[in-house]
């Protein structure tokens, strides 16, 4: 084989590596859709390494914090406030978070 045709077998196997080859990581990311039944809005802020997902959503009566695990919704409200978010979430499943009271 000649140094010409080893150049273009090697430029050749480059290009094919660049086109197929993806990165490791690719294959672990899936894309779900959370929609907290019911509600006009939902915005995930926080996941674990065991997939919940916590958040807040909005309804017809407001803002609420949430917790998911697959399908499973629950709703975060702190006692008489106005709406409550939930922000993150550690691997113990402890959730952080706020909430508006209504006062200036």
Known sequence: ?????????LLTVS???????????ASFYVYTSIDFPGATG??????????????EYVDTTG????????SSFSTID????????????NGVGQIVGDYTDGSF
């Open 42 to 55: 939902t915005f995930a802020f926080g996941v674990n390494d065991a997939g919940q997902v916590v958040g």
């Open 15 to 25: 290009v094919l590596t660049l086109i197929f080859a993806r990165p490791a990581w």
């Open 78 to 89: 702190f006692p008489k406030q106005m709406g409550t978010q939930a922000f993150g979430i």
């Open 63 to 70: 803002s609420h914090g949430f917790s998911t695990l697959e």
């Open 1 to 9: 084989m000649t140094r010409e045709n080893r150049m273009k077998l």
